[in-house]
């Protein structure tokens, strides 16, 4: 392959892979702002659930009694067959015949319960109480042949609380490369009751699924006045090497019940593949100028000189005498004079040296005269 076929696959490989790194980058720049407002918006109320078997039944039936999203894991629910709807809660209820279960990891519950007629007139319902719920949770059961007499109208019921909950989600250069992420639960808790509470509790958790149990912190509220609101953020770290999808779930536990709010999170470590494509290219471009640096290296060095073939050497031909002529007469010419080398004595005598400069005179003592 010519330097110049593999500048032209390298240049097509650039194209390609620029255009994945741009939709890559797209991809994960709209991702984290889109799962943000999602955030905001898909807000939903997690509510513990009841599912029986069937809702026909005669009495001495069994039934089966399942629940899902009841908490805490480890408490126990009660399960009962009560008449007029349970208006009345445990009153309408049969106290003779009653079932109680625990709550397993995931906040599921599993019983069952003979049909038996409560002690007030259909319509009937199983009721699953548990601490902390208000009111319980009733399914409707139909017992054939039980007398049925019309509720009359009651006010329907409300939460305690209201709880509100939204996820802001800063730039993350962690995130992107699989390492934690922190994200702000910003909480509103507004009291929507007749009475004020004064140990209302918060629980916050983190993780996958609509149960998450990952723990991120756990407190007392401040007393929470009738018709007041308060406004809570609480950093929560995802975890590292997290991906998909994180819901972050807070409870907020009054007198009057619980109440429990949750908000995902979106997250993806696609800076690495990113990383990747950019590294790729960065080699691609080095060769092309390799490559391209040698083709000028070629174009600019001159072609040398032809070289021509060797001729073979002929045989010596035999020498033929050639007749001198002898030159016509001429007058000499005069020679000129061949130059005389200049004598000794006419070259310039050299510099006689300086003679060395004489010694200061020596002042010599006189000898004392001699006594005669």
């Known amino acids: 392959m010519t330097a110049r076929r593999v500048a032209r696959v390298a240049t097509g490989a650039l194209v390609v892979l620029a255009g994945l790194v741009a939709s890559a980058a797209s991809i994960g720049l709209l991702a ?13 109320v ?8 069937t809702q026909y039944a005669t009495v001495g039936e069994l039934v089966q009694v399942t629940g899902t999203g009841w908490s805490p894991v480890g408490q126990t629910v009660e399960i009962q067959i009560c008449g007029q709807n349970a208006l009345d809660l445990s009153n309408d209820c049969s106290q003779s015949n009653q079932y109680t279960a625990a ?3 995931g906040g599921i519950f599993y019983g069952s319960l003979d049909v038996q007629l409560p002690p007030v007139p ?35 019921a409300t939460n305690p609380v209201a709880v509100l909950a939204q996820l802001n989600q800063p730039l993350s250069v962690s995130g992107w490369f699989g390492g934690p992420k922190v994200v702000n639960l910003v909480l509103s808790v507004s009291n929507t009751s007749t009475i004020a ?26 007393p929470l006045a009738v018709g007041a609101t308060q406004v809570l953020r609480i950093p ?13 779930r807070a409870r907020v536990t ?10 995902t999170t979106t997250t993806y470590p696609w800076g690495w593949p990113v990383a990747v494509l950019v590294i790729l290219v960065l080699i691609l471009l080095l060769v092309r100028h390799r490559h391209r640096r040698a083709e000028k290296r070629a174009r600019a060095v001159p072609p040398g000189p032809a070289v021509d073939a060797p001729v073979p050497a002929a045989a010596p031909a035999e020498a033929t005498p050639v007749p001198v002529t002898p030159a016509p007469s001429a007058t000499p010419l005069p020679t000129p ?8 004595t006419s070259l310039p005598a050299p510099p006689s040296p300086a003679p060395p400069p004489s010694a200061p005179p020596v002042a010599v003592p006189e000898a004392p005269p001699s006594d005669p």
């Open 254 to 263: 009054t007198g009057q019940g619980t109440v429990t709010a949750a908000t």
């Open 103 to 105: 709550i397993r990891a």
């Open 197 to 222: 509470f004064t140990t209302a509790t918060l629980s916050v958790t983190v993780g996958h699924g609509a149960n998450p149990t990952g723990y991120v912190v756990g407190q007392q509220l401040a």
């Open 46 to 53: 997690v509510s513990p659930q009841v599912h029986t078997s």
């Open 122 to 156: 259909c319509p009937c319902v199983f009721l699953v109480t548990a601490p902390g719920v208000v009111n319980g949770v009733t399914v409707p059961l139909t017992i054939l042949g039980a007398p049925i007499v019309a509720p009359p109208p009651q006010p329907k």
């Open 337 to 344: 004079p061949k130059p005389t080398p200049p004598s000794a």
């Open 32 to 44: 984290a702002p889109a799962g943000a407002a999602g955030a905001g918006i898909s807000l939903q």
């Open 236 to 248: 929560v770290t995802i975890p590292a090497f997290a991906y998909g999808h994180y819901t972050v």
